[in-house]
């Protein structure tokens, strides 16, 4: 179970690192008393699920004159979302074969229709996005151009084709048949090599993403929210728990003290399960490490030869650039399983991100002069710069749990994003702070995020992440669901669809 205060510090990302000066929320309501009166809103947790929730809140004809307050364990944006990749990529027709498979083979057990709806929904997450960095003119080095899912072998290559097959049918006849489809595949060696500059590329997929600076947009979430005069946020006050009081709850912050609300929206993601001990939720959620790295790319790849492409990249990592300091890359647990360089408890219910495992980090480091045409020799200074770790939340099936918790008047969760935050949270939470001011399901988010009693039941017959054996190291890692493949869907196939929840 992961608590707070943490007994360690955690590693630095590139984001958190070089987002320290005066317009940071660094230290912000670190040391003042917690408010005395009754509020109507305490969110718990400052990533950009928190962050953006407070945000729309704020807007104004949302909750008017209604107060928020945020309480954050530690820092805004100190945990994944100050540690991820930066890559805002919706998913790609490869998650339709892990969206649609069923929950005991680990899928998500959703309908084509259902699939559908999610991979569409994060098309607008990624419109949704940039739509409001460039109206409010927000400095988070916002990118958009194209990502490219680079494959290079005839096996993988065909798996992604069936998924592009599948995907293209099950749209002609859907809903979405008039919309053009914003996934393209390429099933050209020439081509595919030629877009990707990547060693061995014989076909790739390519559709919009953008990324972003994710420790500035987080505070610039936060910043809105606070310039809104109805938002609080207490920084270093970590949530013990909260129980129910006779107009609403009572949320007990330790050393900090207790605050009464109207109503409580958990945001606390990988940290979520010592607030619901012991009941469906905590059963429902696994926390996991995952791990990414700072390059600095030689001449070769700068100037008018930097990357052109976000990525993902056969037994490789997602890779991203950002404006002028590099390239960043992330290594899905499913590569590191692969490459022998990690196993199932160096990833699962790890909740301490104060270190990378030393193979990680060589392999991260090591990644690009490998795998680049033309990368040439780094020189000191240039190549892996700065690697750090962050924890994330899976979810038995895969998707979010977001919006009422059943049977708990005035208590909502938003958590279980996977390492896929980033290509879903703030659309999420737009709808979310909807539902949560009108009682009313928000119907621009997909129906099946939805957190329900059936729902929770039927998670439990999805395979777990590990298994107690696994856990003491007692087996070697068989399952189909992160393993070494030897039980997936669709014989690899599923692969390519987990690897998109993974960015
Ligand atoms: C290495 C790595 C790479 C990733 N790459 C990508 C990517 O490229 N693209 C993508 O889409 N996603 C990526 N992700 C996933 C993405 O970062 C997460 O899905 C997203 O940030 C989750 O946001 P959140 O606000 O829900 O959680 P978090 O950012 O983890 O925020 C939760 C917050 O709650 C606080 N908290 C927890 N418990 C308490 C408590 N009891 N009291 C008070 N506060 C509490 C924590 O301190 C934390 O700040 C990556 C993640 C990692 C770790």
């Known amino acids: 179970m992961s608590t707070f205060p943490q007994p360690f ?34 969110i718990i947790g400052g990533g950009i699920s928190g962050c953006s929730l407070a945000y729309h809140l704020t807007r104004p004809g949302v909750a008017d004159a ?84 680079v494959k290079s072998s005839v096996g993988s290559a065909k798996t992604m084709k069936a998924a592009h097959d599948a995907w293209i049918n099950a749209r002609s006849h859907s809903r979405f048949a008039h919309i053009p489809p914003h996934w393209q595949w390429i099933d050209d060696a020439e081509e595919a090599k030629r877009l990707s500059r ?55 912050c330790g050393e900090r003290g207790k605050i009464s609300t109207r ?93 990378v495992k030393p193979e990680l980090k060589k392999w991260l480091y090591e990644y690009c002069g490998k795998a680049f045409d033309d990368w040439g020799d780094e020189a000191p200074g240039e190549g892996g710069t700065r690697v750090w770790s962050g924890i994330q939340c899976a979810s038995r099936d895969t998707l979010p749990l977001v919006g009422a918790v059943p049977g708990r008047k005035g208590l909502w969760v938003n958590v279980g994003h996977h390492g896929h935050g980033m290509g879903r949270i703030p659309f999420i939470t737009r709808s979310l702070a909807r539902t949560i001011t009108t009682g009313q399901w928000d119907g621009r988010l997909p129906s099946c995020f939805e957190i329900t009693e059936e729902r929770l039941v039927k ?7 590990i298994t107690d054996e696994e856990m003491r190291g007692e087996t070697v890692p068989t399952a189909g669901r992160t393993g070494d493949g030897a039980k997936t869907v669709n014989k690899g196939g599923w692969w390519s669809g987990v690897r998109s929840f993974v960015r």
């Open 9 to 42: 510090k955690s590693t630095v990302s590139h984001w958190q690192a070089t987002n320290r000066g005066v317009t940071s929320l660094f230290n912000h309501g670190r040391d003042g008393a917690l408010p005395k009166d009754t509020v109507d809103y305490v």
């Open 66 to 149: 209604k107060s928020v307050v945020l309480l954050e364990a530690k820092d805004v944006a100190s945990g994944a979302s100050g540690r991820n990749g930066g890559h805002i990529a919706p998913l790609s027709f490869a998650a339709f074969p892990g969206l649609t498979a069923p929950l005991p083979q680990g899928g998500a057990g959703l309908t084509e229709d259902e699939a559908l709806e999610v991979i569409e929904m994060e098309k607008g997450n990624l419109e949704y996005i940039t739509e409001l960095v460039e109206q409010e003119k927000r400095d988070v080095d916002l990118w958009r151009g194209e990502k490219l899912e």
């Open 198 to 252: 990547a060693k061995g590329a014989i076909a790739c997929s390519k559709g919009s993403a953008g990324s972003v600076h994710s420790h500035k947009l987080t505070t610039a979430f936060m910043r809105a929210a606070l310039a809104s005069g109805n938002c609080s946020l207490y920084s270093w006050a970590p949530v013990v728990s909260f129980e129910e009081s006779e107009d609403g709850w009572t949320v007990d």
């Open 263 to 355: 109503q409580i929206i958990v945001c606390t993601n990988a940290h979520t399960r010592h607030l619901f001990k012991g009941e469906a939720i905590d059963k429902h959620l696994t926390p996991f490490q995952g791990q990414a790295a700072l390059v600095t790319p030689p001449p070769s790849f700068s100037g008018s030869n930097y990357l052109a492409h976000t990525y993902t990249l056969e037994k490789g990592p997602y890779l991203m650039f950002t404006p002028s300091a590099g390239i960043v890359l992330g290594l899905p647990y499913v590569v590191a399983f692969a490459e022998g360089i990690g196993e199932k408890r160096d990833v699962w219910e790890v909740t301490d991100d104060s270190y």
């Open 459 to 465: 998670g439990q017959t999805a395979p777990p992440f």
